[in-house]
Protein backbone atom coordinates (compact mmCIF):
# COMPACT_ATOMS: atom_id res chain seq x y z
CA UNK A 1 0.00 0.00 0.00
CA UNK A 2 1.12 2.97 -0.75
CA UNK A 3 2.87 5.80 1.62
CA UNK A 4 1.13 9.19 2.31
CA UNK A 5 2.75 12.17 4.17
CA UNK A 6 1.23 12.66 7.43
CA UNK A 7 0.19 16.29 6.62
CA UNK A 8 2.10 19.20 8.46
CA UNK A 9 -0.80 20.42 10.85
CA UNK A 10 -1.55 16.41 11.88
CA UNK A 11 2.04 16.67 12.56
CA UNK A 12 2.31 19.46 14.53
CA UNK A 13 -0.80 18.52 16.44
CA UNK A 14 0.24 15.10 17.52
CA UNK A 15 4.02 16.84 18.72
CA UNK A 16 2.10 19.35 20.54
CA UNK A 17 -0.44 17.12 22.18
CA UNK A 18 2.90 14.74 23.63
CA UNK A 19 5.44 17.19 23.80
CA UNK A 20 7.66 14.98 22.26
CA UNK A 21 7.08 12.50 25.14
CA UNK A 22 6.96 8.51 24.16
CA UNK A 23 3.95 7.46 25.04
CA UNK A 24 4.74 3.41 25.56
CA UNK A 25 7.75 5.13 27.82
CA UNK A 26 5.18 6.87 29.67
CA UNK A 27 2.52 4.12 30.42
CA UNK A 28 5.54 1.43 31.19
CA UNK A 29 7.52 3.57 33.09
CA UNK A 30 6.13 6.91 33.59
CA UNK A 31 9.11 8.33 32.11
CA UNK A 32 8.06 12.35 31.30
CA UNK A 33 11.79 12.98 29.55
CA UNK A 34 11.69 14.48 25.90
CA UNK A 35 12.58 11.36 23.53
CA UNK A 36 13.98 11.50 19.90
CA UNK A 37 11.53 9.98 18.21
CA UNK A 38 8.96 9.39 14.91
CA UNK A 39 5.17 9.40 14.51
CA UNK A 40 4.31 5.93 14.35
CA UNK A 41 0.82 4.59 12.43
CA UNK A 42 -0.97 2.47 15.08
CA UNK A 43 -2.77 0.64 12.66
CA UNK A 44 0.20 -0.01 10.77
CA UNK A 45 -1.22 1.17 7.91
CA UNK A 46 1.19 3.90 6.27
CA UNK A 47 -2.09 5.47 4.25
CA UNK A 48 -4.35 5.99 7.37
CA UNK A 49 -3.18 9.50 8.99
CA UNK A 50 -6.10 10.38 11.10
CA UNK A 51 -4.69 11.66 14.08
CA UNK A 52 -6.37 9.34 16.16
CA UNK A 53 -4.18 6.93 14.55
CA UNK A 54 -0.81 8.29 14.84
CA UNK A 55 1.34 8.28 17.90
CA UNK A 56 4.87 10.27 19.18
CA UNK A 57 7.07 7.02 20.21
CA UNK A 58 10.63 6.71 20.88
CA UNK A 59 12.69 5.64 17.89
CA UNK A 60 13.61 1.97 20.34
CA UNK A 61 9.84 1.81 21.22
CA UNK A 62 8.70 2.62 17.01
CA UNK A 63 10.64 -0.29 16.05
CA UNK A 64 9.53 -2.80 18.70
CA UNK A 65 6.09 -1.52 17.86
CA UNK A 66 6.06 -2.35 14.34
CA UNK A 67 8.40 -5.77 14.11
CA UNK A 68 7.33 -9.07 14.65
CA UNK A 69 8.79 -11.45 17.30
CA UNK A 70 8.06 -14.96 18.37
CA UNK A 71 9.61 -15.09 21.52
CA UNK A 72 7.88 -12.04 23.02
CA UNK A 73 4.44 -10.51 22.82
CA UNK A 74 4.67 -7.43 20.82
CA UNK A 75 2.67 -3.93 22.33
CA UNK A 76 -0.88 -3.69 20.92
CA UNK A 77 -2.47 -1.28 19.69
CA UNK A 78 -5.03 -0.90 22.44
CA UNK A 79 -2.31 -0.96 24.64
CA UNK A 80 -0.74 1.82 22.71
CA UNK A 81 -4.21 4.20 22.33
CA UNK A 82 -4.41 3.59 26.37
CA UNK A 83 -0.68 5.23 27.33
CA UNK A 84 -1.32 7.52 25.03
CA UNK A 85 -4.93 8.91 26.51
CA UNK A 86 -2.65 8.82 29.92
CA UNK A 87 0.00 10.93 28.49
CA UNK A 88 -1.70 13.63 27.05
CA UNK A 89 -4.16 14.35 29.62
CA UNK A 90 -1.48 14.45 32.44
CA UNK A 91 0.67 16.64 30.50
CA UNK A 92 -2.19 18.88 29.62
CA UNK A 93 -3.08 19.15 33.15
CA UNK A 94 0.49 19.91 34.30
CA UNK A 95 1.39 22.37 31.70
CA UNK A 96 -1.97 24.02 32.45
CA UNK A 97 -0.78 24.06 35.90
CA UNK A 98 1.04 27.08 37.96
CA UNK A 99 3.96 27.74 36.21
CA UNK A 100 6.35 30.36 38.57
CA UNK A 101 9.12 32.89 36.34
CA UNK A 102 11.09 34.27 38.90
CA UNK A 103 8.69 35.90 41.82
CA UNK A 104 5.85 35.68 39.55
CA UNK A 105 3.19 32.59 39.27
CA UNK A 106 0.84 32.12 36.38
CA UNK A 107 -1.12 29.36 34.71
CA UNK A 108 -0.11 27.87 31.93
CA UNK A 109 -1.21 28.23 28.29
CA UNK A 110 -5.20 28.65 27.84
CA UNK A 111 -6.26 28.02 24.45
CA UNK A 112 -10.04 27.00 25.90
CA UNK A 113 -11.58 29.32 28.06
CA UNK A 114 -13.26 31.95 26.45
CA UNK A 115 -17.05 32.17 24.99
CA UNK A 116 -18.57 30.22 22.26
CA UNK A 117 -21.69 30.93 20.53
CA UNK A 118 -24.46 28.78 18.49
CA UNK A 119 -27.23 30.89 16.70
CA UNK A 120 -30.26 29.90 14.67
CA UNK A 121 -33.65 32.14 13.57
CA UNK A 122 -35.29 29.83 15.85
CA UNK A 123 -32.80 28.69 18.57
CA UNK A 124 -29.79 29.75 19.86
CA UNK A 125 -26.86 29.06 22.34
CA UNK A 126 -24.04 29.91 24.97
CA UNK A 127 -21.61 28.96 26.64
CA UNK A 128 -19.02 30.22 28.71
CA UNK A 129 -15.61 28.44 29.81
CA UNK A 130 -13.37 29.48 32.71
CA UNK A 131 -10.08 27.71 33.43
CA UNK A 132 -9.79 27.89 37.20
CA UNK A 133 -6.49 27.81 39.18
CA UNK A 134 -6.75 24.16 39.62
CA UNK A 135 -6.75 23.32 36.25
CA UNK A 136 -10.08 22.38 35.93
CA UNK A 137 -12.93 23.98 33.83
CA UNK A 138 -16.09 25.98 34.75
CA UNK A 139 -18.50 25.53 32.24
CA UNK A 140 -21.60 27.78 32.44
CA UNK A 141 -24.38 27.51 29.52
CA UNK A 142 -27.68 28.73 28.40
CA UNK A 143 -29.75 27.83 25.48
CA UNK A 144 -32.80 28.89 24.07
CA UNK A 145 -35.79 26.97 21.85
CA UNK A 146 -38.20 28.83 20.34
CA UNK A 147 -36.90 32.48 20.37
CA UNK A 148 -40.04 34.33 18.35
CA UNK A 149 -42.50 32.45 20.53
CA UNK A 150 -45.57 34.83 22.23
CA UNK A 151 -44.78 34.20 24.93
CA UNK A 152 -41.12 33.81 25.39
CA UNK A 153 -38.92 31.00 24.57
CA UNK A 154 -37.89 27.65 27.04
CA UNK A 155 -34.69 27.57 28.59
CA UNK A 156 -32.50 25.31 29.66
CA UNK A 157 -28.97 25.71 31.26
CA UNK A 158 -25.72 24.13 32.40
CA UNK A 159 -23.04 24.88 35.41
CA UNK A 160 -20.82 22.37 36.12
CA UNK A 161 -16.62 21.93 36.89
CA UNK A 162 -15.02 19.20 34.81
CA UNK A 163 -11.22 18.04 33.70
CA UNK A 164 -10.17 18.38 30.19
CA UNK A 165 -9.48 15.05 28.63
CA UNK A 166 -6.57 14.45 26.02
CA UNK A 167 -5.88 18.41 25.39
CA UNK A 168 -9.37 19.15 23.90
CA UNK A 169 -12.44 17.85 25.44
CA UNK A 170 -14.79 17.83 28.30
CA UNK A 171 -17.66 15.06 29.28
CA UNK A 172 -20.18 15.93 31.71
CA UNK A 173 -22.90 13.42 32.85
CA UNK A 174 -26.07 13.94 34.97
CA UNK A 175 -28.68 11.53 35.76
CA UNK A 176 -31.43 10.63 38.51
CA UNK A 177 -33.84 7.97 38.90
CA UNK A 178 -35.93 7.22 36.47
CA UNK A 179 -34.80 8.18 33.22
CA UNK A 180 -31.42 8.01 31.93
CA UNK A 181 -28.51 9.69 32.53
CA UNK A 182 -27.94 12.45 30.37
CA UNK A 183 -24.31 12.82 29.06
CA UNK A 184 -22.50 16.13 27.29
CA UNK A 185 -19.08 15.62 25.19
CA UNK A 186 -17.28 19.19 24.64
CA UNK A 187 -14.58 19.21 21.89
CA UNK A 188 -12.47 22.30 21.39
CA UNK A 189 -10.53 22.66 17.70
CA UNK A 190 -9.36 25.67 16.00
CA UNK A 191 -11.39 27.82 18.04
CA UNK A 192 -14.61 25.73 17.66
CA UNK A 193 -16.87 23.85 19.94
CA UNK A 194 -18.57 20.79 19.19
CA UNK A 195 -21.09 19.44 21.64
CA UNK A 196 -22.73 16.43 21.15
CA UNK A 197 -25.18 14.86 23.48
CA UNK A 198 -27.37 11.77 24.80
CA UNK A 199 -30.50 11.14 26.28
CA UNK A 200 -30.88 15.09 26.70
CA UNK A 201 -34.97 15.19 25.46
CA UNK A 202 -36.89 15.86 29.10
CA UNK A 203 -33.50 17.17 30.54
CA UNK A 204 -33.84 20.63 29.56
CA UNK A 205 -37.27 23.22 28.52
CA UNK A 206 -39.07 21.49 26.15
CA UNK A 207 -37.10 20.62 22.51
CA UNK A 208 -34.10 22.86 24.13
CA UNK A 209 -30.73 21.27 23.40
CA UNK A 210 -27.01 22.32 23.38
CA UNK A 211 -25.94 20.23 20.63
CA UNK A 212 -24.36 21.42 17.41
CA UNK A 213 -21.04 23.69 16.92
CA UNK A 214 -20.31 26.67 17.99
CA UNK A 215 -17.70 29.35 17.33
CA UNK A 216 -15.64 31.50 19.76
CA UNK A 217 -17.20 34.83 20.12
CA UNK A 218 -14.03 36.10 22.56
Known amino acids: M ?3 SVSPKIQADVLLKS ?12 DTTIKQGQIAHLDHDSSN ?6 AFLCFDHHDQYDSTTRQSKNFKKIEVLQFRGELITDITSA ?28 ESADIKVQRLTDGKYHIDGLAL ?18 ELINGDTIEYSWGHPGRESYKAIFK ?18 MNVCFQGQYHKAT
Open 145 to 162: WGKTREYGPNIGDLDFIA
Open 95 to 122: FSGLVSFGDATTLGIDIISGHYVRDGEF
Open 188 to 205: FENGKLTISEDNWVGMFG
Open 19 to 30: RRRCCICYGLNR
Open 49 to 54: NSENNL
Open 2 to 4: SRK
